[in-house]
């Protein structure tokens, strides 16, 4: 018997090699990764794919070379974006934009879920949510037109304005109002729909945590602060670590549909600097370099964020 203990402790059963494990979760969840194939091309095609042409950032680019055949200049672009004159401008612009975009969207949004998940009529609550969520579907381009009437001299604002006996004045054409008017009108777009995911997680918290408050004795603001935040805290904190990840990162559209050389001054930011580099001045090198540089920030602030993060609580990306 003891020799038969010590054969089956030196030979222990074989654990299942780690094709056994994918197969039997394919298996298992064969659906849910059916679902996925769509998004795995997508991405493969527009995102992976193109990371090839990255190279040219390093090349002095020629169409009728090709991207091979394009001769290396190295850092070359990447050294004349950091002495351009236009380097501080569209930096700082990128940071002022994003930051400020967080700073007053980010907990717009945590603030909606929360009033939304106080409300206990739910066909005001659902109207209050349709409404909010409208603006994320209406296109990009008539958002931006909608925001050139209501801001031009005739406009609705100038309209109340006048009534305060304020002259009436084109405010996209003034640099100092253009980040006031970008943010605002960005908040308005996307405070409905980046509310879903803090209700989604507001739906997940335990009632009963709610019913031993009451018979504690705590209101709803006790509640509030004791239960409901510390219940999507998590979720919160992971869509932080992401927002802060794209700070850098600040869309080249609405940039370009409200700005002019007027507004440069407080307008021109890096993505926006791409594009006339890139597809009007057609200096496909030097506009990739500057991208490239702009991911690059965008990924360093991602990881620092996250081991911040993890650092000081146990929430992270991974």
Not at 39 to 67: C, Q
Request: hydrophobic fraction near 50%.
């Amino acid at each position: 018997m003891a020799e038969l203990q010590a054969n089956i402790n030196n030979n222990p059963a074989p654990k299942s090699s780690l094709w056994k494990k994918i197969k039997k979760d394919f298996k298992i969840n064969k659906y849910v990764y059916l679902m996925a194939v769509p998004m795995i091309v997508f991405f493969i095609l527009f995102s992976y794919i193109p990371m090839y042409g990255v190279i040219i950032a390093f090349k002095n680019f020629s169409p009728k070379l090709g991207i091979l055949g394009s001769p290396w200049v190295g850092l070359k672009y990447f050294e004349n974006f950091f002495h351009s004159m236009y380097f501080a401008r569209t930096v700082k612009n990128t940071a002022l934009l994003s930051f400020y975009s967080l700073l007053w969207g980010f907990p717009a949004a945590v603030i909606l879920a929360l009033l939304l998940n106080e409300i206990r009529r739910e066909k005001f609550k659902r109207a209050v949510q349709t409404v909010t969520y409208l603006p994320h579907f209406i296109s990009l381009v008539v958002i931006c037109g909608m925001i050139v009437d209501f801001t031009s001299t005739d406009g609705l604002i100038n309209s109340i304005l006048a009534g305060f006996g304020i002259e009436p004045v084109n405010l996209l054409t003034k640099p100092e109002w253009f980040r006031t008017i970008y943010i605002s009108s960005g908040v308005w777009q996307s405070i409905g729909w980046d509310s879903i995911i803090y209700l989604a997680a507001l739906s997940g918290i335990d009632p009963t945590l709610y019913e031993a408050a009451t018979v504690d004795g705590a209101g709803r603001w006790k509640q509030l602060i004791n239960v409901t935040l510390p219940g999507i805290a998590p979720t919160i904190v992971i869509m932080l670590i992401l927002n802060i990840g794209g700070l850098m990162s600040v869309g080249s559209e609405k940039i370009i549909l409200l700005y002019n050389p007027m507004t440069w001054e407080t307008s021109d930011v890096i993505s926006s600097y791409v594009y006339r580099k890139g597809l009007i001045g057609s200096d496909y090198s030097f506009s990739t370099a500057v991208g490239l540089l702009e991911s690059a920030i965008g990924f360093t602030l991602l990881m620092a964020a996250n081991k911040f993060s993890k650092k000081i609580s146990e929430t992270s990306l991974w």
